[in-house]
């Protein structure tokens, strides 16, 4: 079958460590990559970019931050709104004070700010732990949203204490504001959330990672055998946020170009970010983009299929939006709480011996 | 008397009022924490789900209306009549009471010996499911709800309090009735723990699953009337709210704010929620009245977390709460 590693003969240390061991696997992430860089810009439209392309590809990068946080390294953060809502500020404060710099270098130091607050936040997760760490995460989200909505000096004083982004282009195309063309915005995010997952994947599968998963699966244990907890925990949320910051200012900057902080960041982002981790699968980077996708895709075909195809009203779509995504949350957790990710290995455990399973 | 101080003094008493109402919502937290370990976030939702209840019952509103004129085209909303508030409460707790038991039967049955951060996420499940679910029964309009409790300001406090100061304190009637109903549950929950024989067997399975189960306590019926209890202070916790500010959605994220008073008082103490939502309620209020307008206000947001979180960082396991024993 495509997907045995029979007859794939690995002859040196460097193949026998691939991120993706099996050749049939390898082949398709790089099919996939050609697709999503060569093919795709050639073909999508305002629409499916808007609705589809980019909100998944920015929420994968969140996603991926925070299944760092809490598939990886244990420690359940309800803060993400409010840490994505770091990020959309220091990027537009990087614009509109450096505007000679490109706005590539304003995500990723972005990214850095965040960071920073990040760890701030962490730091009582070196006393508390599980759900407690989780309100004081609460704490955070709250307290980041009214400082951005309050202090004039982040919202630069406008009058309506929106922020909006200013016209940047990069080589010359423009990414952000109203004039820009489809494909710009799409692959200067699909750029981001590749470099992201790659990151993350070689992060999570080497020392820092194993420091991060030996936490998460018993802290006392881990500091036994030589863990720094303090190192540990602190990496994971300066690396979390280094990732929901670049989410947070390409949502602000490339998706949305103009953002009131209750209304985009608000808790509700917090936890949609977190069921993506939690449906797609703890500790899966690839859970991570199947999370994203899935649950940015659920609200669009039940728009299109309820209000679209059946004529019901936008409101009555929305509440079974709701009723849909707590159901999933719940049967999730009790059928498979590994999420797509485990089905999707599962299902391949299963082809690998299929037909004959004995 | 300065004129500052007795603003601070009737601040401190609004504050109190306002602790009340978080410390009712708090309870529920707590009831449900003690019984089964589970740390329940549905909580406010259950609050908002049962002034919805209450209120579509009163009113006679057809359930799913939304839905079903959608479906059918029909145009159906009211049943016509007007329920009498004390049976439209008591039909609402019967829901309450089914709400916890299929609640226990299809969820928690199945995610016993789960780590409590799972159970903890699955509430969070629980209480998305609940708000799309409660918005599509009742429909998701601002409601008003009116049970017959004395509302304004109080006549009596304000007269005495001018005689004395020379201004008249504003307290609201029906943070007074607040008060006296959550005094009345505490005490009630406290006698009903430690008196009657369900609440015995309550305190045992909290206190050791499988020595409750070995001395022949059905989980099962414990778990369904903790839920069904905590579904009763959710339904007293919505009254409140509901007459106060109307039945609406930020009703659920108010009771977010338990979770700073939970984590002050301490996550297993009935004590603790109450003093744990006193304090909360002055400590804002405060706040909001002496450093508020330096910093431009709506402080209220987030001073609760910030202070739990501060104190968390000095004594983890709150004021009341029993200190959190680790072992290898």
Redesign the interface.
């Given at each position: 079958m495509f997907c045995r590693e029979a007859g794939d003969f690995k002859t040196s240390y460097e193949q026998d460590n691939q991120t993706f061991p099996i050749k049939f696997d390898r082949y398709r992430y790089y099919a996939v990559l050609v697709a999503a860089f060569a093919v795709v810009p050639f073909f999508i439209n305002d629409y499916w970019v808007n609705a589809v392309f980019l909100p998944f590809l920015i929420y994968s990068i969140a996603a991926i931050g925070l299944n760092i946080l809490v598939g990886y390294c244990g420690q359940?953060s309800l803060g993400t709104g409010g840490f994505m809502a770091v990020g959309a500020y220091a990027s537009y404060k990087l614009m509109t004070a450096f505007p000679e710099v490109s706005i590539f270098f304003h995500v990723i130091l972005a990214g850095g700010v965040t960071s920073i607050v990040c760890v701030l936040f962490g730091l009582?997760s070196l006393?508390?732990k599980?759900?407690?760490l989780?309100?004081?995460t609460?704490?955070a989200q709250?307290?980041l949203?009214?400082l951005f909505?309050?202090?004039g000096w982040f919202y630069n004083y406008s009058a309506s204490g929106q922020i909006t982004a200013p016209e940047r282009s990069v080589f010359g195309v423009a990414i952000t504001g109203a004039a820009n063309p489809p494909w710009s915005a799409y692959l200067f995010c699909l750029v981001f959330t590749v470099a992201a997952a790659i990151i993350a994947r070689n992060l999570t599968r080497g020392t820092v990672g194993r420091k991060w998963m030996a936490i998460r699966d018993m802290d006392?244990?881990a500091e036994i055998i030589g863990v720094n907890p303090l190192k540990a925990k602190l990496t994971a949320f300066a690396v979390s946020g280094f990732f929901v910051g670049i989410s947070g200012a390409l949502f602000f900057a490339v998706y949305l170009g103009a953002v009131e902080v209750g209304e985009a960041f608000g808790?509700n982002k917090s936890?949609l970010v977190?069921?993506m981790v939690?449906i797609g699968g703890l500790g899966s980077i690839f859970g991570s983009f199947a999370g994203a996708a899935f649950l940015v895709l659920l609200p669009v075909l039940l728009k299109n299929t309820l209000v679209g195809g059946?004529?019901?009203?936008t409101?009555?779509a929305?509440?079974?939006?709701?009723?849909?995504?707590?159901?999933?949350?719940?049967i999730f957790?009790?059928a498979e709480?590994h999420g797509l990710a485990q089905l999707w290995r599962v299902a391949k455990e299963k082809l690998r011996l299929w037909p004959f399973p004995h | 008397m300065p004129d500052q101080l007795i603003f601070g003094m009737e601040v401190v008493l609004n504050g109190l009022m306002a602790g009340v109402l978080y410390a009712l919502v708090a309870l529920g937290f707590v009831l449900i924490y003690k019984a089964s370990g589970i740390f329940n976030y549905a909580q406010g939702v259950m609050a908002l789900f049962a002034a919805m209840t209450l209120v579509g019952m009163m009113e006679g509103r057809v359930p799913f209306s939304h839905l079903i004129n959608a479906i059918f085209g029909t145009e159906i909303h009211h049943f016509g009549w007007h329920l009498p508030g004390l049976a439209a409460v008591l039909l609402t707790m019967l829901i309450m009471v089914a709400l916890a038991w299929i609640v226990n039967q299809l969820i928690f049955r199945h995610l016993v010996n789960q780590e409590p951060i799972i159970l903890f996420m699955a509430t969070i499940g629980l209480a998305y499911f609940l708000e799309g679910f409660g918005d599509m029964m009742w429909g998701s309009d601002i409601k008003k709800l009116d049970v017959g409790l004395p509302q304004g300001i109080n006549l009596m406090i304000d007269e005495t309090t001018f005689n004395i100061f020379g201004y008249g304190f504003f307290i609201d009637n029906l943070d007074l009735v607040a008060t006296g109903v959550a005094a009345l549950l505490v005490v009630a929950l406290v006698i009903f723990a430690q008196y009657s024989k369900q609440g015995r067997a309550m305190r045992a399975v909290a206190d050791d699953h499988q020595a409750a189960l070995s001395v022949g306590i059905s989980l099962n019926f414990i778990w369904v009337m903790v839920w069904s209890l905590a579904g009763f202070v959710a339904l007293v916790a919505g009254i409140m709210w509901g007459t106060k500010s109307g039945v609406q959605f930020s009703l659920s994220l108010i009771a977010l704010k338990a979770l700073p008073v939970l984590m002050l008082g301490g996550f297993t103490s009935i004590p603790g929620a109450i003093v744990g939502g006193l304090i909360i309620g002055v400590g804002e209020k405060l706040f909001e009245f002496t450093v508020g307008p330096l910093v431009g206000g709506a402080t209220e947001n987030w001073f609760a977390y910030v202070l739990a979180l501060l104190f968390l960082v000095f004594r983890p396991q709150g004021l009341f709460g029993e200190k959190i024993i680790e072992r290898v």
């Open positions: 359940v009582p006393r508390i599980g759900f407690y989780a309100v004081a609460l704490a709250f307290f949203v009214w909505n309050r202090v006392i244990a808790i936890f977190l069921f939690i059946l004529g019901w009203p409101d009555l929305a509440h079974l939006e709701f009723i849909i995504v707590g159901a999933l949350i719940i957790l009790i709480p | -």
